[in-house]
Protein backbone atom coordinates (compact mmCIF):
# COMPACT_ATOMS: atom_id res chain seq x y z
CA UNK A 1 0.00 0.00 0.00
CA UNK A 2 2.89 2.27 1.00
CA UNK A 3 4.53 1.75 -2.57
CA UNK A 4 1.61 2.31 -4.51
CA UNK A 5 0.75 5.34 -2.39
CA UNK A 6 4.39 6.62 -3.05
CA UNK A 7 4.25 6.15 -6.81
CA UNK A 8 1.57 7.88 -7.12
CA UNK A 9 2.48 10.90 -5.51
CA UNK A 10 5.40 10.50 -7.99
CA UNK A 11 3.48 10.46 -10.96
CA UNK A 12 0.70 12.75 -9.90
CA UNK A 13 4.23 15.31 -9.14
CA UNK A 14 5.66 14.89 -12.41
CA UNK A 15 2.56 15.28 -14.10
CA UNK A 16 2.12 18.83 -12.21
CA UNK A 17 5.71 19.98 -13.12
CA UNK A 18 5.12 18.40 -17.14
CA UNK A 19 2.46 20.41 -17.17
CA UNK A 20 3.33 23.38 -15.89
CA UNK A 21 6.54 23.55 -17.84
CA UNK A 22 4.37 22.82 -21.45
CA UNK A 23 2.28 26.06 -19.92
CA UNK A 24 5.04 28.57 -19.10
CA UNK A 25 7.33 27.73 -22.08
CA UNK A 26 5.29 27.70 -24.81
CA UNK A 27 3.66 31.05 -24.25
CA UNK A 28 6.55 33.04 -22.65
CA UNK A 29 7.56 34.43 -25.57
CA UNK A 30 4.00 36.56 -25.58
CA UNK A 31 4.28 38.09 -22.20
CA UNK A 32 5.07 41.57 -22.34
CA UNK A 33 6.34 43.99 -19.61
CA UNK A 34 5.85 47.13 -21.44
CA UNK A 35 3.35 48.62 -23.49
CA UNK A 36 5.82 50.19 -26.07
CA UNK A 37 6.42 46.76 -27.03
CA UNK A 38 2.90 45.77 -27.66
CA UNK A 39 1.29 45.24 -31.08
CA UNK A 40 -1.52 47.28 -32.54
CA UNK A 41 -4.58 45.24 -30.94
CA UNK A 42 -8.03 47.01 -30.66
CA UNK A 43 -9.66 45.05 -27.88
CA UNK A 44 -8.11 44.09 -24.43
CA UNK A 45 -9.40 41.57 -22.05
CA UNK A 46 -9.15 42.15 -18.86
CA UNK A 47 -9.26 39.11 -16.60
CA UNK A 48 -11.65 39.84 -13.13
CA UNK A 49 -10.35 39.00 -9.78
CA UNK A 50 -12.07 40.74 -6.26
CA UNK A 51 -11.99 44.04 -5.56
CA UNK A 52 -11.29 43.24 -2.13
CA UNK A 53 -9.38 40.54 -0.30
CA UNK A 54 -10.66 38.53 2.40
CA UNK A 55 -9.93 40.73 5.51
CA UNK A 56 -11.33 43.83 3.50
CA UNK A 57 -8.45 45.43 2.35
CA UNK A 58 -8.21 46.50 -1.32
CA UNK A 59 -6.71 43.43 -3.79
CA UNK A 60 -3.84 44.23 -5.57
CA UNK A 61 -4.27 41.96 -7.84
CA UNK A 62 -7.59 43.94 -9.10
CA UNK A 63 -5.66 47.20 -8.73
CA UNK A 64 -2.79 46.81 -10.80
CA UNK A 65 -4.65 44.97 -13.48
CA UNK A 66 -7.06 48.13 -13.95
CA UNK A 67 -4.46 50.46 -13.60
CA UNK A 68 -2.44 48.47 -16.86
CA UNK A 69 -5.33 48.36 -18.39
CA UNK A 70 -5.53 52.22 -17.81
CA UNK A 71 -2.55 52.65 -19.23
CA UNK A 72 -3.22 51.09 -22.23
CA UNK A 73 -5.98 53.04 -23.50
CA UNK A 74 -3.96 56.11 -22.52
CA UNK A 75 -1.35 55.31 -24.33
CA UNK A 76 -4.05 54.74 -27.26
CA UNK A 77 -2.81 50.87 -27.69
CA UNK A 78 -6.16 49.53 -27.38
CA UNK A 79 -10.00 51.09 -27.62
CA UNK A 80 -11.99 48.89 -26.29
CA UNK A 81 -12.37 46.07 -23.11
CA UNK A 82 -14.01 43.37 -22.43
CA UNK A 83 -14.07 42.99 -18.63
CA UNK A 84 -14.46 39.28 -18.31
CA UNK A 85 -15.37 38.35 -14.56
CA UNK A 86 -17.99 36.53 -11.92
CA UNK A 87 -21.06 37.78 -11.50
CA UNK A 88 -22.48 35.11 -8.96
CA UNK A 89 -24.45 37.07 -6.65
CA UNK A 90 -26.28 40.77 -6.71
CA UNK A 91 -23.31 41.24 -3.74
CA UNK A 92 -19.97 40.13 -5.91
CA UNK A 93 -19.93 41.46 -9.38
CA UNK A 94 -16.14 41.80 -11.02
CA UNK A 95 -17.36 43.41 -14.11
CA UNK A 96 -19.42 45.65 -12.74
CA UNK A 97 -16.42 46.47 -10.49
CA UNK A 98 -13.79 47.02 -13.17
CA UNK A 99 -15.96 48.90 -14.81
CA UNK A 100 -16.09 51.33 -12.43
CA UNK A 101 -12.59 51.28 -11.56
CA UNK A 102 -11.55 52.40 -14.95
CA UNK A 103 -13.88 54.59 -15.47
CA UNK A 104 -12.68 56.30 -12.84
CA UNK A 105 -9.28 56.60 -14.38
CA UNK A 106 -11.04 58.26 -17.43
CA UNK A 107 -12.02 55.13 -19.66
CA UNK A 108 -15.66 55.41 -21.35
CA UNK A 109 -18.22 53.99 -20.63
CA UNK A 110 -18.36 53.24 -24.74
CA UNK A 111 -15.28 51.61 -24.47
CA UNK A 112 -15.88 48.94 -22.32
CA UNK A 113 -18.19 45.42 -22.80
CA UNK A 114 -18.58 43.54 -19.72
CA UNK A 115 -18.76 39.65 -19.85
CA UNK A 116 -20.74 38.59 -16.77
CA UNK A 117 -20.23 34.97 -17.41
CA UNK A 118 -15.73 34.94 -17.37
CA UNK A 119 -16.71 32.27 -14.19
CA UNK A 120 -12.76 30.89 -14.90
CA UNK A 121 -10.15 31.95 -17.11
CA UNK A 122 -10.99 29.17 -19.75
CA UNK A 123 -14.54 31.19 -20.13
CA UNK A 124 -13.31 34.00 -20.08
CA UNK A 125 -10.93 33.57 -23.24
CA UNK A 126 -13.36 31.21 -25.46
CA UNK A 127 -16.25 33.51 -24.74
CA UNK A 128 -14.22 36.84 -25.49
CA UNK A 129 -14.05 34.97 -29.43
CA UNK A 130 -17.62 32.26 -29.40
CA UNK A 131 -19.57 35.60 -28.09
CA UNK A 132 -18.16 38.59 -28.71
CA UNK A 133 -16.29 37.78 -31.80
CA UNK A 134 -12.31 38.16 -31.12
CA UNK A 135 -9.85 36.26 -32.58
CA UNK A 136 -6.95 38.48 -31.56
CA UNK A 137 -6.46 40.18 -27.79
CA UNK A 138 -4.43 41.81 -25.38
CA UNK A 139 -4.75 39.86 -21.75
CA UNK A 140 -4.37 41.82 -19.11
CA UNK A 141 -3.79 39.81 -16.16
CA UNK A 142 -0.57 39.36 -13.94
CA UNK A 143 2.85 37.39 -14.62
CA UNK A 144 2.00 33.67 -13.19
CA UNK A 145 -1.52 33.68 -14.72
CA UNK A 146 -0.93 35.46 -18.06
CA UNK A 147 0.72 31.76 -18.80
CA UNK A 148 -2.60 30.10 -18.40
CA UNK A 149 -4.77 32.43 -20.22
CA UNK A 150 -1.95 32.71 -23.59
CA UNK A 151 -2.23 28.72 -23.52
CA UNK A 152 -6.09 28.44 -23.53
CA UNK A 153 -6.02 31.51 -26.20
CA UNK A 154 -3.28 29.22 -28.91
CA UNK A 155 -5.66 26.18 -28.06
CA UNK A 156 -8.46 28.13 -29.70
CA UNK A 157 -7.00 30.14 -32.56
CA UNK A 158 -6.70 33.29 -30.55
CA UNK A 159 -4.10 35.42 -31.10
CA UNK A 160 -3.10 37.33 -28.45
CA UNK A 161 -0.27 38.33 -25.96
CA UNK A 162 -0.41 39.54 -22.51
CA UNK A 163 0.36 43.07 -20.88
CA UNK A 164 1.40 41.62 -17.52
CA UNK A 165 0.58 44.12 -14.61
CA UNK A 166 2.32 44.26 -11.17
CA UNK A 167 2.29 41.24 -9.07
CA UNK A 168 1.77 42.36 -5.55
CA UNK A 169 4.40 41.62 -2.31
CA UNK A 170 5.62 38.07 -2.39
CA UNK A 171 4.04 37.26 0.88
CA UNK A 172 0.76 38.54 -0.19
CA UNK A 173 0.49 36.27 -3.56
CA UNK A 174 2.11 33.15 -2.36
CA UNK A 175 -1.08 31.16 -1.78
CA UNK A 176 -2.33 32.16 -4.93
CA UNK A 177 0.97 31.21 -6.99
CA UNK A 178 0.76 27.43 -5.32
CA UNK A 179 -3.33 27.44 -6.60
CA UNK A 180 -1.49 28.80 -9.90
CA UNK A 181 0.32 25.26 -10.39
CA UNK A 182 -2.75 23.34 -10.01
CA UNK A 183 -4.75 25.17 -12.17
CA UNK A 184 -2.08 24.92 -15.27
CA UNK A 185 -2.40 21.40 -14.79
CA UNK A 186 -6.43 21.24 -14.89
CA UNK A 187 -6.16 23.65 -17.75
CA UNK A 188 -4.15 20.75 -19.61
CA UNK A 189 -6.95 18.55 -18.55
CA UNK A 190 -9.62 20.86 -19.67
CA UNK A 191 -8.40 21.50 -23.11
CA UNK A 192 -6.86 18.01 -24.35
CA UNK A 193 -8.40 15.33 -22.93
CA UNK A 194 -11.81 16.85 -20.65
CA UNK A 195 -12.34 18.88 -23.88
CA UNK A 196 -14.15 21.23 -21.03
CA UNK A 197 -16.58 24.02 -22.58
CA UNK A 198 -17.08 27.10 -20.79
CA UNK A 199 -20.28 26.98 -18.44
CA UNK A 200 -22.31 30.05 -20.39
CA UNK A 201 -22.43 30.57 -24.16
CA UNK A 202 -25.52 31.72 -25.88
CA UNK A 203 -26.08 34.29 -28.38
CA UNK A 204 -23.58 36.00 -30.19
CA UNK A 205 -22.90 40.12 -29.21
CA UNK A 206 -20.29 41.55 -31.72
CA UNK A 207 -18.54 44.75 -30.02
CA UNK A 208 -19.68 48.00 -31.27
CA UNK A 209 -16.38 49.79 -32.22
Not at 132 to 148: A, E, M, N, V, W
Not at 156 to 162: G, L, Q, R, S, T
Not at 180 to 186: D, F, G, L, M, Q
Amino acid sequence: MLRVLLGSFVLVAFAILAANIWVVKSTEENVIAHVADLPDTKVALVLGTSQKLVNGLPNPFFENRIQAAALLYKEGKVSHFILSGDNRTRYYNEPASMKRALMKFGVPESAITLDYAGLRTLDSVVRSKKIFGQDKLIIITQPFHSYRALFISRFYDIEAVALIAQEPRQETAAKVYWREYIARTIAVLDLYILRTKPRHLGDKEPLNM
